[in-house]
């Protein structure tokens, strides 16, 4: 079992920068991939970043290429999504996920992570 807890988020301008951090708890040590969702009102939850293989492999959506930045501790206690640059169209509720399967696809879908986080609020006013 594997718990996430997600801090940071909040309000920011855009064209500012907002990091979120998610702290895992239990069995990390066998946690594969970990990645990063967001879901705006009205609209379904989509995948931003993910991070596998101990760092060797990230992935990011296309919206946020060039602006974001996922990133992992050494020991996967923590993972981060440093966010600059941002845009009102970012403002959503963020979640952290991991899951233990081997293996890099689907690594931005919902359905390939186990264990996931309650959720932060980013909001981007332009």
């Known amino acids: 079992q594997v718990q996430l807890v997600e801090s940071g988020g909040g309000s920011v301008q855009a064209g500012g920068s907002l990091r979120l951090s998610c702290a895992a708890f239990g069995s990390i040590n066998s946690i594969y991939c970990m990645g990063w969702f967001r879901q705006a009102p009205g609209k379904e939850r989509e995948g931003v970043a993910a991070i596998c293989n101990g760092g060797l492999s990230t992935y990011y959506a296309d919206s946020v290429k060039g602006r974001f930045t996922i990133s992992q501790d050494g020991a996967k206690n923590t993972l981060y999504l440093q966010m600059n640059s941002v845009k009102p169209e970012d403002t959503a509720m963020y979640y952290c996920?991991?899951?233990?399967?081997?293996?890099?696809?689907?690594?931005?879908?919902?359905?390939?992570?186990?264990?996931w986080g309650q959720g932060k609020q980013v909001t981007v006013s332009s």
């Open positions: 996920a991991a899951d233990y399967r081997l293996g890099n696809a689907g690594t931005l879908l919902e359905g390939r992570y186990r264990y």
